[in-house]
């Protein structure tokens, strides 16, 4: 009777059946809340796949994410992907995917690059003097604010 009882229950966990809930959903977390008032953001400037100059500012008011990446950093190659998914899922963000590769990279080459790793409809965005690094202090790549 005893090993009757510990295959019963065994398989009640097992299974889910019982008191436990073990295969509920887990619950939602809180939402997130700002626990300081967020600062602007920097006036830094960066090009497009065109050679158009853009601002950081011209951006006020939207949900703007900054990924700052580089051709020869694996774990950024690795990363694209993900943005491409994340950018089709939330249609209200915009990601910037800023290419810090350097100043021989040009918004050509980097949309180029972009599309040979199926993610050119992040758009391609170049910051040849790193000023995207320096002002949000990125010490390692990739970086998203």
Request: charged content about 15%; some cysteine.
């Given at each position: 009777m005893t090993?009757?009882?510990?295959?019963?229950?065994?398989?009640?966990?097992?299974?889910?059946v019982g008191t436990a809930a073990v295969n509920?959903?887990?619950?939602?977390?809180?939402?997130l809340a700002a626990i300081k008032a967020p600062k602007p953001a920097p006036n830094v400037d960066f090009a497009d796949a065109k050679g158009v100059r853009h601002t950081l500012k011209s951006y006020q008011g939207r949900y703007v994410l900054v990924?700052?990446?580089a051709?020869?950093?694996?774990?950024?190659?690795?990363?694209?992907?993900?943005?491409?998914r994340l950018q089709a899922a939330a249609p209200n963000l915009?990601?910037?995917?800023?290419?810090?590769?350097?100043?021989?990279?040009?918004p050509a080459k980097a949309a180029a690059f972009l599309k040979k790793h199926q993610?050119?409809?992040?758009?391609?965005?170049?910051?040849?003097?790193?000023?995207f690094m320096r002002t949000f202090t990125a010490a390692v790549m990739p970086t998203t604010v």
């Open positions: 090993r009757l009882k510990i295959l019963a229950l065994g398989l009640a966990v097992l299974y889910g509920a959903a887990p619950a939602m977390p809180k939402p990924n700052m990446w051709t020869w950093c694996a774990p950024c190659v690795a990363e694209l992907p993900a943005l491409t915009t990601v910037l995917a800023m290419d810090l590769t350097g100043k021989a990279e040009t993610a050119s409809s992040l758009g391609s965005f170049v910051d040849t003097q790193r000023v």
